[in-house]
């Protein structure tokens, strides 16, 4: 049974915060290498701020996370459906270093690094013409998984970490944005849904509600939206999932 909570994971017991600013030890990173996988909605309620300040240090804190602890990493950015999605970067993040202090002198550059290219790619996707309508959240967690099962190659060796950043207006698949949507008619819409297979993953989903407008929205759609989303969460077996407007930066 999957945990699905409304807060960040603990940082310790080997368990990838998204959210910290703090520096893991030995024992914080999991036992096998991280699969750190994060997407960020670039639709139209959210073109023109794609990462507010709290988001983006949380995208900043997992591929920090992934270079002290040692994995893969992928971000992209959508706004339509999965074939629309942008790639801002991919590939293996390590620090060279015979100590782990010598390590951790070389992180901040390293991941100052990988920012920078995902801060640039995602201005040019968010300048080119849309490619197409909608917003397919649900097919983001789909490659999620599909980006986990490929690392893994079926055997579990790598632990994914998965980090989506939305407004969770899911309007492809779960017709999210539907201005009368309750929280007893998103699980229902969440119950209907085909959802992938998250065995295991460690799911953060954060900007539920949010827009570009800075309009928030009403509470009881936030929370409608929450609900749909921990439900999805549950479904597709993730081990913990946090789903969140704000992330807790520094807890």
């Not at 960040?8 to 030995?26: K, L, Q, R, S």
């Not at 060279?96 to 002198?105: C, I, V, W």
């Not at 201005?123 to 690392?151: F, H, K, M």
């Amino acid at each position: 049974m999957a945990i699905c909570v409304a807060t960040t994971f603990a940082a310790g017991c080997g368990v990838i915060n998204p959210t910290t600013d703090e520096h893991p030890g030995a024992t914080d990173c999991p036992q096998s290498p991280v699969a750190f996988k994060a997407v960020i909605d670039i639709s139209g309620s959210r073109s023109s701020v794609p990462l507010s300040d709290g988001e983006n240090a949380a995208v900043q804190g997992l591929v920090r996370r992934t270079f002290l602890c040692g994995g893969n990493a992928d971000v992209s950015a959508f706004s339509g459906s999965v074939a629309s999605t942008v790639p801002l970067y991919s590939g293996e993040l390590h620090l060279d270093g015979a100590t782990e202090n010598a390590r951790l002198r070389r992180e901040p550059e390293a991941t100052e690094g990988v920012m920078t290219q995902i801060h640039q790619k995602i201005t040019d996707a968010v300048a080119a013409p849309p490619r197409s309508s909608g917003t397919d959240i649900l097919g983001q967690l789909g490659l999620n998984a599909e980006y986990g099962q490929q690392l893994n190659n079926g055997n579990g060796q790598s632990q994914l970490v998965g980090l989506i950043v939305t407004d969770g207006e899911d309007t492809d698949q779960l017709n999210f944005a539907d201005p009368t949507l309750t929280a007893a008619s998103a699980v229902a819409i969440a119950d209907a849904a085909t959802v992938p297979d998250l065995s295991g993953a460690q799911l953060t989903i954060i900007g539920i509600g949010k827009s570009s407008s800075g309009t928030p929205a009403a509470t009881a759609h936030v929370d409608a939206l929450k609900a749909g989303w921990n439900r999805i969460c549950e479904r597709a077996n993730a081990a913990e999932c946090t789903v969140v407007t704000d992330p807790a930066i520094g807890r």
